[in-house]
């Protein structure tokens, strides 16, 4: 082979090198996004459930009802933009077929989850119907985070990273998790099962934040990689303390009073929200 073939082969492979470099520097962050926005989903699922049983027990009924209304709307926008992408979200259109059939169970779901919200707006009766179908979309749109997190292959994307975006996009959740279980209780809406589920809802917020700022092989999280996550994670955990407190006495069986529904009405949201940055600090470290 003449030397100017070998270079000709030489350079196209650095073409092609090039591009699959400049392809991964695209996509990492469109990735990276997506995961944030589908946890955001499993947030939404749990906090329009958590605003219908704060409302229908007469907690900041006009602000309870403004969450559910904002909830729902951005459920549904989000809900497309994963599949056809979303310059707002900013996401591009999904390919991959396991994200794509994961985000058809959430089309499947989703409808009947709204109605019955919707429902529950006249109708305090239809309020355990929303805490079933409640669990039901939190599945649904779990299993999209699943997906996403297993398509990291060629997209310059680790799966550590994907994991720590996702469960730290997870304590989202689980923030709103708990106020609608720990309102369900007060509500007198399967109230031992709802204690059991409070219960596992702390011990695996304790534990995903402890493995994010410690590391936990079990649940595959490194510890927190530089000091303002570190930081972060550390102001969660202040603005938890409280809260879980207040939960913890609905476990151990003391019946949610008025004035603890109306602290952790007042107070969930600045966890979610010091959560919501934290996972920021994830997508762009």
């Not at 650095?14 to 470099?21: F, G």
């Not at 409808?111 to 079933?132: C, N, Q």
């Not at 510890?223 to 913890?248: G, H, K, N, S």
């Not at 952790?264 to 949201?269: E, G, L, S």
Request: contains cysteine; negative net charge.
């Amino acid at each position: 082979m003449s030397r100017f073939a070998m270079w000709l082969g030489c350079a196209g492979l650095s073409i092609v090198l090039a591009a699959v470099s400049v392809q991964a520097a695209e996509v990492a962050p469109d990735l990276k996004r997506k995961i944030n926005i589908a946890g955001k989903q499993r947030m939404l699922s749990q906090r329009m459930a958590r605003a219908a049983c704060l409302a229908s027990q007469g907690v900041m009924v006009a602000k309870q009802n403004q969450i559910w209304e904002e909830a729902n709307a951005a459920f549904a926008k989000a809900l497309a933009g994963l599949r056809s992408g979303d310059e707002d979200l900013m996401i591009r259109t999904e390919a991959h077929p396991q994200v794509l059939e994961a985000l058809s169970s959430v089309d499947r779901v989703w409808p009947g989850y709204a109605a019955s919200l919707d429902r529950a707006r006249g109708d305090v009766a239809s309020l355990p119907e929303v805490a079933m179908r409640s669990l039901s979309v939190l599945k649904a749109a779990n299993d999209v985070v699943v997906a996403l997190e297993g398509s990291t292959d060629g997209t310059g994307v680790s799966q550590e990273l994907a994991r720590l975006i996702n469960v730290a996009g997870r304590q989202r959740m689980l923030t709103q998790r708990a106020a609608k279980e720990y309102c369900l209780i007060a509500a007198g809406i399967e109230p031992e099962m709802q204690r059991e589920a409070l219960a596992a809802t702390v011990a695996l917020f304790d534990r995903s934040l402890e493995g994010l700022r410690r590391g936990d092989d079990e649940m595959g999280l490194l510890a927190a990689p530089d000091e303002v996550i570190e930081m972060q994670l550390e102001y969660v955990a202040d603005l938890w303390t409280p809260l879980r407190a207040q939960f913890q006495k609905a476990i151990d069986g003391l019946p949610p009073s008025p004035t603890g529904l109306g602290m952790v009405a007042a107070n969930i949201d600045s966890v979610l929200s010091a959560a919501n940055e934290a996972v920021w600090l994830y997508e762009n470290f």
